[in-house]
């Protein structure tokens, strides 16, 4: 199945997405803005551990992909989700991955059962 001219700009910009999500970092400053309204970028850097040039980086990939927005006051600037759907993703993305662990927790209890192999360590 090839991807037709009408189809390439969607999954691009779906391409691009997962681009901008590519980074446990981001992940993490993004699960920290949908618990919150917004945050500071030093509540960011706090909560995050990362150093103010890593997570400036981190912000700027986030900003580029449209996942979150800035605003300044001051001298400090705030960030929030673009959208609230983000938030709805990352919790999806979540319980995916939950289901994926057990369902390997299980497969791996089931090996535990085997009998032992001749010259194996384990």
């Given at each position: 199945m090839s991807i037709d001219d009408a189809q390439r700009p969607l999954?691009?910009?779906?391409?691009n997405l997962f681009k901008g999500l590519a980074h446990p970092?981001?992940?993490r400053v993004?699960?920290?803005l949908s618990a919150s309204p917004e945050l500071s970028?030093?509540?960011?850097?706090?909560e995050t551990g990362l150093e103010p040039s890593h997570l400036s980086q981190h912000l700027s990939v986030l900003r580029r992909h449209r996942l979150v927005l800035s605003?300044?006051?001051g001298s400090h600037v705030y960030y929030?989700?673009?959208n609230p759907a983000i938030a709805q993703m990352l919790a999806v993305a979540r319980a995916l991955l939950l289901d994926l662990l057990r369902?390997?927790?299980a497969h791996l209890e089931q090996t535990e059962g085997l009998p032992a192999l001749q010259?194996?360590?384990a």
């Open positions: 999954y691009e910009v779906k391409a970092f981001r992940i993004l699960e920290l970028v030093a509540q960011l850097q706090v605003r300044r006051q929030r989700l673009a369902a390997d927790s010259g194996a360590e």
